[in-house]
């Protein structure tokens, strides 16, 4: 036996349990090391994956039970007495996001991550996977990005094939009586799967994401995989994904797909699907095979510090949106909106003058991915600001090669020189390729965008292709959606969501008028000036009462009543717009150079 073989299968799906199985060949004597990881690649949190293994056992051959020694919350030990040895456990999958796995009657989903034990001492060996079929759920069919044998065809259950470990546990699997579509790019055929009901126009759908996945496989030259999949968990509420190489698993609204009463329709939920699409598409070449050296190899035992997220989440953040542009989706003022509001969300707080976006990436571990009620006041996202920063870097070399090259051409670089031979980036890479390009020696200049907490002047450089960068209003109080104003707007500083009560604040910005209220996060807002608070009604108040005036305001804060004196002043200028001033100057920036 020279591989290692899994067989998972539905143990209780009302009780939400997968059943694995794992067989794996060992010497006589020889103590072998169980492990699962505790965070997966692209969710940079230590997740504990193991709290979810249930009754963990090892045998030898006939069954012959073997002691199974704790070592640590994640890690077993056991000493083999035969030439193979049986590991059996049991796995509570009860996490409806991208990350973990689910269980239950409709529909099932695992990552190997968080599903699957490694044998430390053979993570190299190839690896067989058993998918077995539910003998109650006759329907249901298998989605995964997984090598299939040759004797199981697509969406069968069966076995299933890795080179080792790690590519093992990069190949989510969906089952259940899925929706699937499916689409050809350069001759790699893509596939569309929800794994629950949905009134989306597929074939729009298609069309559509077919478009940005032409405009990725054109920028860097190649697909480096045989066949994709988009699988996407559809619920009431839901947006996330996470990218593996030739898959990625998205969560949406079921709502947030193109309506097929409405085929001319754009909207904003669907725009912000596509986008979504985009990015985890994006993120097959930029940072599942282009990646930081720290992640090469992985250590997914404990935390991988990195500086340079900045560049695989925001360069990654700056195309999903500019793809929409490229491939006719959206036409260049609905782009720059989408750009404003990026933007915005970098202004609006003070966190870029707190932190860094070498220091965001760095403690991503806890700022980002366990971010506190002070969010918005104390960090950046190297989400946002990183795609400003490759805003700047895409006209930065637009401008001094004279429309030769641009970003494009930094990721085709990146590509052949790192993403092709498995070599890790450092953040001088970025650098010295730009300079490259621009003929000119700019490391001073960006290393001062990386490592310091101030804002990005983008100003005079979008002036030179033809755009107008004005700090503007927000156009309503649970908005980030800005407007250029000269009358007054309401505005309260902070973000809420609706409650059967009245409304729950989610941020507060610093020294906003519900700052000085006392407000917090978590708040449950009852109601302003005698009058019941839901976030039409709190709108409207805004609207009426007059500015900088105090008025009562009664909220929870847990089950204690609380009363406070809150106004409500003009908005200031926080937020971000642009405009184009010159339509030939914009071109040189809309225009798609391919050397």
Known sequence: MNHIQYHICVANSHSHLFSVKITFPSNINSTYTLSLPAWLPGSYMIRDFAKNIIQPKAFAQQNQPLDLIKIDKQTWQVTAQAETTTLEYQVFAFDLSVRTAYLDNQRGFFN??????????????????????????????????????????????????????????????????FDVSEFTVEGVTHHM??????????????????????????????????????????????????????????????????????????????????????????????????????????NLQKESYTTQLWAYEGITSYYDDFSLYRTGIIDFDSYLALLAKTATRV??????HKLSVEDSSFYTWT????????????????????????LWLDLTIRKHS????????????????????????????????????????????????????????????????????????????????????????????????????????????????????????????????????????????SEHLPLNKPFSCHYFRDDLLLTTQLSFSDSPLTGISFVVSEEEKAKLWQKIIRN
């Open 112 to 177: 190997g991550s968080s599903t699957f034990l490694a044998i430390e001492e053979l993570k190299e060996l190839p690896c067989q996977l058993t998918i077995e079929q539910p003998e109650q759920q006759p329907n249901w069919r298998v989605a995964t990005g997984l090598t299939r044998a040759k004797s199981t065809e697509k969406y069968q259950f069966g076995e299933y094939l890795a080179v080792d470990y790690q590519e093992l546990i990069d190949g989510p699997v969906a089952i259940g009586d």
């Open 193 to 298: 799967v929800f794994t629950s009901q949905h009134f989306g126009d597929t074939e729009r759908l298609c069309r559509d994401v077919a478009k940005l996945c032409q405009h990725h496989i054109s920028l860097f030259g190649e697909a480096p995989f045989k066949e994709y999949w988009f699988i996407t968990h559809l619920q009431a509420k839901g947006f996330g994904g996470l990218e593996h190489k030739n898959s990625t698993i998205l969560q949406a609204s079921r709502f947030d797909l193109p309506n097929p009463n409405k085929p001319e329709e754009l909207s904003d939920n669907y725009k912000t699907f596509l986008s979504l699409c985009s990015h985890e598409y994006f993120h097959a070449w930029n940072v599942c095979r282009i990646k930081p050296k720290a992640f090469v190899p992985y």
């Open 367 to 390: 700022k980002f991915y366990q971010q506190g009620a002070d969010a918005v006041n104390n960090i950046v996202s190297y989400y946002t600001k990183g795609a400003l920063i490759a």
């Open 347 to 352: 202004y609006r707080g003070l966190g870029q």
């Open 402 to 541: 004279q429309g030769q090259y641009s970003l494009d051409d930094l990721m085709r670089e990146l590509w052949i020189h790192f993403g092709r031979p498995n070599i890790g980036t450092q953040t001088e890479d970025f650098i010295n390729i730009t300079n490259i390009l621009c003929q000119q020696d700019l490391t001073s200049q960006i290393n001062q965008m990386l490592t310091s907490a101030s804002a990005l002047e983008l100003q005079p450089l979008l002036a030179e292709f033809g755009v107008v960068k004005h700090f503007s209003k927000f156009k309503a109080l649970n908005s980030i959606e800005t407007v250029v104003a000269n009358q007054p707007i309401p505005y309260l500083g902070a973000l809420f969501q609706n409650k059967e009560l009245g409304v729950k604040i989610t941020s507060v910005v610093e020294n906003s008028p519900a700052a000085q209220a006392g407000l917090a996060v978590n708040d449950i807002l009852i109601a302003v000036n005698g009058i019941k608070v839901t976030e039409q009604s709190i709108q409207q108040l």
